[in-house]
């Protein structure tokens, strides 16, 4: 321990942690723009800047390791003007358009021109005039209101391992772009939208489907039904100064109603559906001597890079759509037919903490007919924004229960919203399909937390299966090349895209809160060690879909709704 | 990471050129856009996009490298390739209302090639003729002393030559 005095206190240090890290610790807070939290500093923005007795110059104390005792003092005239001038030097150019901005209210720049108290434009900077990015599906860019902290360019190569985004151009020119300065769409972009929650300003955000949505609700003819992701409900409470991390299905599916829904469903439901059809594929190749390992498939982050990036290992991958894209399969079909309505007068939304399901959504192998499975697709924060819209408070709306027939759903299904979660739902249910009983422990700790990489073995009736868990493609990247280069000891692969798993997806509350994540990954443990139906075969609701519909896994009518294909791509990464 | 290829083939040469930097990393790739450039008058898209797999490197990393620096271009030359000096000297003598007139005559901006594919534009740093200022050189022809004015006619001039050089072949 290093004895150090902040602003006259003294506190104990870590030799070697960034002198950042500390004075969090201390409570002591310093802004930041260029920092992110589990990457190398790079020092650009200098916003975090703070005089250390000895040094002359001011000092970024997201890149300054603590070695030895010495006074640091955070918020001298000196600092404090220095934060001020780097912010009024960075809106000089800024398009100042917060009024119509998606980040207004919820923006580090506007949050920092306030907090120094910037009143003022005293450097006049020609106002800064890049067009548009809206060629993807999934993101839209907006570089006028770029800030160039870099943020998004290092999440997208060294968390993501894509590195479809570059600085390019130089001087006053220099902006954020793609390779050949072409739209996001034609790059390698995943659209996980991990840029979008590490940007400070709206130079990123998602490509909205509320005026389509609106629109629909507003329509006579049309049915408009609703899903929500597992990791939604876990997370939209933060939004309402609810506690982060609890649960709040019972409200949002109440408030959804009010909102002019029809029908509320669970995607955890589906799942649970998923689970059924995921852990017979396994079983089948386990037994069949089918290609392995298997790779997940509900993450379409991770489906398109496979597509992109590792072609030769699209026969891994689990032949399973998403549960997102099995609920808008089974709603145009069965519930339609159940309810007796035109597939075409179904509107069908689905609510995500994920920025790629829209594009997942709009893939023309999610169609049958000429109908869409999903029809639009709102990411968390579009919803809370839609509840603001309606004047709905969560703290305030009673919770009701979700519509059947696919309202039910077990905690195995809601674990999906976490890394690891569909590994363990996918193991309760293997085991019981191998060995006709339950195990024992439900619980698999070894692929539980918010590590990027973790592994497990399971025996299944003197049978040891292995399987790892990774998250953050950069992960899944390692691993590939390793069973390229001959690794050969594994089962089962669950990947999840963003790092943590869909409580850390690009569509959930900007910032990318890393202690938030974690909190919201323990909500959805809690409801497991709360709650006694903990296997996805168990959902009496899934069952019947069985039973009235689908047949047995895996059946004919199973691979025509529940199943689909990928194909290789070309991308500039 | 492996990328999959774009259709279109880079120029043959490129694979003898990227044969030349065997295990090549992030240091070689300055030299490595500077000898492409030369042989090929340009970075063409395929070149890039082969660098980057050559290299290990995404794609949009060789781009905006590509991009930071003034030396490259991106599209093939014209027949006649302007270089405006806008070194001190030339400065001095108003080397900048020299390039804005051009600039507005092919529209154009430094960088570029013109539709026609007739012209092509560069800046560079002083080129050596100071007591010439200002210069601009076309195909290696220097034209010393040049106005707003004068320099539209030399562009003139070789669009008529290139005119009559065709009429000639026909
Ligand atoms: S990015 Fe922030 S500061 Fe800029 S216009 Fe939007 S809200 Fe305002
Ligand atoms: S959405 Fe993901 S892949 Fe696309 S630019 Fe952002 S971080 Fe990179
Ligand atoms: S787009 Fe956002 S994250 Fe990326 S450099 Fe600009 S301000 Fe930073
Ligand atoms: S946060 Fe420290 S330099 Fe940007
Ligand atoms: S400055 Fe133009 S030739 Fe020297």
């Known amino acids: ?573 | 990471m492996i990328v999959v290829l774009p259709e279109t083939t880079p120029e043959p040469d490129l694979e003898s050129i990227l044969a030349e930097y065997p295990l090549a990393r992030r240091e070689s790739l300055i030299p490595l856009l500077q000898e492409v450039q030369e042989h090929h008058g340009y970075l063409s898209r395929p070149a890039i996009v082969r660098i980057g797999q050559h290299l290990d490197l995404p794609t949009s990393k060789i781009y905006g490298v590509a991009t930071f620096y003034n030396q490259f271009r991106f599209q093939p030359q014209g027949r006649y390739h302007v270089q405006v000096c806008r070194g001190t000297a030339c400065h001095v003598k108003g080397s900048a209302a020299v390039f804005e007139a051009i600039k507005r005559e092919l529209k154009i901006d430094a960088g570029q090639t013109s539709r026609d594919r007739m012209f092509s534009l560069e800046v560079v740093a002083c080129i050596g003729a100071c007591g010439l200022a200002p210069v601009i050189c076309i195909n290696d022809v220097f034209h010393a002393s040049v106005t707003p004015q004068s320099v539209i006619k030399i562009l003139d001039s070789y669009r008529k030559k290139a005119a009559k050089h065709d009429d000639q072949a026909a």
């Not at chain 1, 034609?186 to 955000?205: D, H, K, M």
């Not at chain 1, 409200?251 to 559906?273: C, E, I, Q, Y």
């Not at chain 1, 893939?363 to 924060?381: F, K, N, Q, S, Y």
């Not at chain 1, 691979?559 to 990928?566: D, G, N, S």
């Open chain 1, 1 to 573: 321990m290093v004895t150090i005095e902040i602003n006259g206190r003294p506190f104990e240090a870590e030799p070697g942690e960034m002198l950042l890290q500390t004075l969090r610790r201390a409570g002591v807070q310093v802004p930041t723009l260029c920092h992110l939290e589990g990457l190398l500093p790079s020092g650009a923005c200098r916003m975090c800047v703070v005089e250390i007795e000895g040094q002359r110059g001011l000092i970024p104390s997201c890149a300054y390791p603590v070695t030895q005792p010495t006074k640091v003092r955070t918020h001298s005239a000196r600092a404090v003007l220095a934060r001020r001038t780097i912010v009024e030097l960075l809106v000089a150019n800024h398009p100042d358009d917060c009024l119509y901005c998606t980040r207004n209210q919820d923006c580090q720049l506007q949050d920092l021109v306030q907090q120094l108290g910037v009143r003022q434009r005293r450097y006049a900077g020609e106002k800064s005039r890049h067009i548009m990015d809206m060629s993807s599906p999934s993101i839209v860019r907006e570089p006028s209101k770029c800030v160039l902290c870099g943020k998004c360019v290092r999440v997208c190569e060294e968390v993501q391992g894509v590195g479809c985004i570059d600085f390019i151009g130089r001087g006053s020119r220099s902006k954020i772009g793609t390779a050949f300065d072409d739209g996001l769409n034609v790059s390698g972009c995943i659209n996980c939208g991990q840029c979008v929650v590490v940007c400070p300003t709206g130079a990123l955000a998602e490509r909205s489907h509320i005026p389509e949505v609106l629109a629909a609700l507003r329509d006579p003819r049309k049915r408009v039904v609703v899903q929500h992701a597992p990791a939604v409900s876990v997370t939209v409470g933060e939004a309402f100064g609810l506690p982060v991390g609890a649960d709040v299905a019972g409200a949002m599916t109440g408030a959804l109603r009010r909102l002019g829904f029809d029908r509320v469903f669970d995607t955890s439901f589906t799942a649970d559906l998923t689970i059924m059809e995921e852990a017979s594929e396994l079983v089948h190749r386990l037994q069949n001597g089918g290609r392995l390992p298997m790779l997940t498939s509900c993450s379409p982050g991770w489906i398109k890079f496979v597509e992109t990036s590792y072609p030769e290992s699209i026969g891994n991958l689990s032949t399973c759509k998403s549960p997102q894209q099995m609920m808008g399969a089974v709603i145009k079909s069965y519930f339609a037919n159940r309810e007796q309505i035109d597939p075409h007068d179904i509107y069908s939304v689905s609510i995500m903490p994920c920025t790629a399901k829209k594009f997942e959504a709009a893939r023309p192998e999610m169609m049958r007919h000429g109908v869409a499975d999903i029809d639009a697709v709102l990411t968390t924060r579009e919803l809370v924004q839609l509840l603001h819209m309606h004047g709905l408070d969560l703290a305030e709306v009673p919770a009701e229960n979700a519509d059947t027939p696919f309202g039910e759903r077990t905690t195995a299904g809601k674990l999906f919203g976490a890394s690891g979660g569909v590994m363990e739902a996918a193991i309760r249910t293997a085991h019981w399909m191998v060995t006709g009983r339950e195990l024992e422990a439900f619980t698999v700790d070894a692929v539980r937390g918010m590590d990027g990489v973790k592994q497990a073995s399971v025996n299944v009736d003197g049978l040891t299966l292995n399987v790892a868990v990774v998250s953050g493609l950069g992960n899944a990247c390692r691993l590939l090349d390793q069973i390229r280069d001959g690794r050969s000891d594994l089962h089962f692969i669950e990947v999840m895209t963003c790092p943590g798993g869909c409580v850390a997806g690009g569509g959930q509350p900007f910032g990318a809160d890393v202690d938030a994540v974690r909190r919201r990954m323990q909500g959805l443990y809690e409801l497991d060690r709360q709650e006694s139906v903990r296997t996805s075969h168990n959902n009496a609701s899934v069952k019947r879909l069985y039973d009235e519909f689908l047949g047995q896994p895996l059946s004919h009518t199973s691979h025509e709704l529940l199943h689909t294909h990928y194909v290789p791509r070309d991308a500039l990464a």
